[in-house]
């Protein structure tokens, strides 16, 4: 009976994940679509394939569908790994770092993605204080970690780590995330991305690289 029971409570806890996601899934197109404003529960259950009735079981109302989502784009870009092993040379983790980067941030929907947080921003500071947190200021302190270590081994002199590796996160956008996010142009190549980033490390290092002979 127990056994029974158990296994009931997981195929409803299967059903429940499965339907979320379903929803999640359709009101990230049409957020991504129409936009915060633009979008509404109705669209949404339409593009999920659920009743309005359905989704206000998952979900009270359109903001926190909305910050659902934010929350789960916060997550997954705060999954992604990069080499930052002290032991690795200044040149070779930068520019490796600055290509996987700029791959992510200018990927395609992640755009869409940034510019809604950014629209919405103003008006649910949580939101966008929340998504900054756990994305971007998660990867400058990575970075300003790596940087520190390096500086331990005298591979370069800096004496504000965060600030050195806003400066780099910075610099690696240069004439390519500006364009994508306001849709002035497509997602950069690969050739691109290795120019503006290989002219960021030179000029990054530079500045900090360390002056020993």
Request: neutral net charge; glycine residues 8%; proline residues 3%.
């Amino acid at each position: 009976m127990v056994a029974e029971k158990s296994q009931s409570l997981r195929v409803i806890g299967d059903t429940d994940s499965s339907k979320r996601r379903q929803i999640l899934d359709g009101a990230r197109t049409v957020f991504l679509d129409l936009g915060f404003d633009g979008a509404s529960m109705g669209e949404i259950a339409r593009a999920a394939g659920v009743s309005k009735g359905t989704l206000y079981v998952y979900f009270a109302d359109k903001s926190a569908l909305f910050e659902a989502i934010v929350e789960e784009e916060s997550l997954e870009q705060g999954k992604l790994t990069f080499n930052f092993d002290p032991e690795r040379d200044a040149t070779t983790t930068l520019m490796e770092f600055g290509r996987a980067y700029i791959q992510v941030l200018c990927r395609p929907g992640g755009g869409s993605a940034i510019r809604t947080v950014m629209a919405i921003a103003e008006r649910m500071p949580d939101v966008g204080r929340r998504f900054y947190e756990n994305v971007i200021a998660v990867t400058i302190g990575r970075l300003a970690a790596y940087l520190e270590a390096r500086a331990r081994l005298g591979d370069v002199m800096i004496d504000d780590y965060r600030l050195a590796a806003s400066q780099f996160l910075q610099m690696c956008q240069a004439s390519l995330f500006q364009p994508f996010i306001f849709q002035a142009a497509p997602a950069p190549t690969h050739e691109r991305i290795e120019q503006v980033v290989a002219s960021a490390t030179r000029m990054f290092l530079a500045a900090y690289g360390s002056k020993r002979a």
